[in-house]
C-alpha cells in the first residue's frame, strides 16, 4: 500500500523548509528511522527520518525547493493501509473498471443535478435579475474513499480537484497530480535600474527570511525603548587574565561572556519585570521562574539565538564551556530545537566584532535585550584623578510596554554594579 509522508512541523511554529540534500532515491528500500531528507528550518538544520519501513516510490521536491508544513515529502509502499478510510476500498482503486458501486454514485450524482435542475422556475419570465446572477455553490467532487483520505492528509481541498475518473471522478492518481491555484500576483516592486550584469541575484535563505519577519514582528508589537551606560571594568579584566589559562588547561575558552550572563541573572532575580512577558489575551504578565539566556550568535549564514537553559545555576566556568559549546554548533548548524526555545533574556555581543553603542531589537516576546560593546581603553575619573581605564559600553532595549524608565535605569545600575566589582559577583 502506498503512503504519503507529509513534512511535519519539527519546531514552534514552523512554516515552511528547504531541502538541502536527499538521503534516500526512488526505489530504495527504507525502515523506520532512517534519514530522508535534510532539511534547513527557520531554526535548525534537521534530518527527517521515515516513519515507516518500505520503499520510497516518489519524492516531492528537488534540493533547494520551499515545502510547506503539512505538504507531501515522499511516497512510500508499505505494507498495510493508507488510511483507515481507504482500509474497505483500496482494491477499488486499482481495479482496471469501475466497481458497481462506483457507477451508483456516478447516477446518484447524476439524480441529485437532475433534481437541482427541476427545482428551478419553467420560464424566465418574472423571475428577479438579481436572483439568477447569483453565484452557484461550489460543486461536490466525486471521488473514490482513498482519494478522499489523501486529500485529508494533504490538506488539499478536493473539490478544486479535476477528476479525471467516470464521470469526473477524482483518483487517487488526480491527488497526487493536483497542483494549487496560484494566488493573484502581488504588486510588482519596481524594477531594479541596474543592468543584469551589474548586480548579483542570491534567494534568501530560511534562516534570513525568519530573521527578516522576527525583527518586523518585534517592531510591530514591542514599545522599544533603549538606554545606554558605560562601566569601568578594569578589576574584571585583571580576573579574567588571571584565570584565562587555568580554564584552558580544563577545555574552556574564558571571555567576558560568563560574566556579563552571571551579573545579568543576578540582576533579573531583583528585578523580575525584566524577565517577564506580556500575556494580551488574559490581560497579565507572565513572570518567568527560569532563568534562560538567550545569546546571539554571528554565523556565516545570520544571526542565530540559542539558548543556555538555568544560566543562574551555572558557575562561570559552566558558563564558558555552555557559551562555547552553543556557538561552535551554532557555526556548524548543529543545534536542535531544544537548544533554541524557551529563552526568557537575551544577550548580544556585537562588541566583539567592534561596534561600540547600538540599539537591540527584541527578542520578542521577551521584555528586553542587552546589547555588550567593545571595550574602551580610555581616560576616566578615579577617586577625583584622571587615570586611564576600561570601559565597556552597553546598550539596554526594553519593552516600555512591560518596564517603566526607572526600572530599565535600576537594572542597567545593578549590573553595572556587579561587573565593576566581580568580586560582590562570585559572592553572590
Do not use: C
Not at 48 to 58: N, W
Not at 284 to 296: D, K, P, Q, T, W
Not at 297 to 318: H, N, Q, R, W, Y
Amino acid at each position: 500500500m502506498r503512503y504519503i509522508f507529509n513534512f511535519p512541523d519539527i519546531g514552534e511554529g514552523l512554516e515552511e523548509g528547504t531541502i538541502l540534500e536527499w538521503y534516500v532515491t526512488k526505489g530504495q528500500a527504507v525502515s523506520t528511522g532512517d534519514s530522508l531528507v535534510k532539511m534547513e528550518t527557520d531554526k535548525v538544520v534537521a534530518d527527517i527520518p521515515s516513519p515507516r519501513t518500505g520503499t520510497v516510490v516518489a519524492l516531492f521536491g528537488d534540493v533547494g525547493d520551499v515545502i510547506k508544513v503539512g505538504s507531501p515529502l515522499v511516497e512510500i509502499e508499505i505494507e498495510g493501509v493508507f488510511a483507515e478510510e481507504a482500509q474497505e476500498e483500496v482494491k477499488k482503486e486499482f481495479a482496471p473498471e469501475p466497481e458497481p458501486e462506483e457507477k451508483a454514485e456516478t447516477v446518484v450524482g447524476t439524480m441529485e443535478m437532475a433534481a437541482a435542475s427541476a427545482v428551478l422556475p419553467a420560464s424566465h419570465e418574472g423571475t428577479d435579475a438579481s436572483e439568477s446572477e447569483k453565484p452557484q455553490s461550489p460543486r461536490k467532487a466525486l471521488a473514490t474513499p482513498v482519494a478522499r483520505a489523501m486529500a485529508k492528509e494533504m490538506n488539499i481541498d478536493i473539490n478544486e480537484v479535476t477528476g479525471s475518473g467516470p464521470a469526473g471522478r477524482v483518483t487517487k492518481d488526480d491527488i497526487l497530480k493536483y497542483k494549487p491555484k496560484k494566488k493573484a500576483a502581488s504588486p510588482k516592486i519596481p524594477e531594479n535600474t541596474l543592468a543584469d550584469d551589474e548586480v548579483t541575484y542570491e534567494p534568501l535563505s530560511q534562516l534570513r527570511k525568519t530573521i527578516a519577519k522576527n525583527m518586523l514582528n518585534s517592531k510591530h508589537n514591542a514599545a522599544h525603548m533603549s538606554v545606554f551606560e558605560e562601566v569601568e571594568i578594569s578589576d574584571l579584566i585583571k580576573i579574567r587574565n588571571n584565570y584565562k589559562k587555568k580554564y584552558a588547561d580544563k577545555g574552556a575558552k574564558l571571555t567576558y561572556l560568563p560574566f556579563i550572563v552571571k551579573a545579568v541573572v543576578h540582576a533579573l532575580k531583583e528585578h523580575r519585570q525584566l524577565n517577564s512577558r506580556m500575556d494580551w489575551e488574559n490581560d497579565r504578565l507572565i513572570f518567568n521562574n527560569r532563568y534562560n539566556i538567550s545569546l546571539a550568535v554571528d554565523t556565516p549564514d545570520g544571526l542565530i539565538v540559542p539558548v543556555i537553559k538555568d544560566a543562574d545555576k551555572l558557575s562561570i566556568f559552566e558558563l564558558a564551556q555552555r557559551i562555547e559549546e552553543i556557538s561552535e554548533k551554532a557555526r556548524k548548524r548543529q543545534l536542535t530545537i531544544d537548544d533554541m526555545k524557551g529563552g526568557t533574556f537575551s544577550i548580544t555581543n556585537f562588541g566583539s566584532i567592534g561596534g561600540i553603542f547600538a540599539t537591540p531589537v527584541i527578542n520578542y516576546p521577551q521584555a528586553a535585550i542587552l546589547g555588550v560593546g567593545r571595550i574602551l581603553k580610555t581616560a576616566v575619573v578615579k577617586n577625583d584623578e584622571l587615570v586611564v581605564g576600561n570601559v565597556m559600553t552597553l546598550s539596554l532595549s526594553v519593552d516600555h510596554r512591560i518596564v517603566d524608565g526607572g526600572e530599565v535605569t535600576r537594572f542597567i545600575r545593578k549590573i553595572m554594579e556587579y561587573l565593576s566589582d566581580p568580586v560582590a559577583l562570585l559572592m553572590e
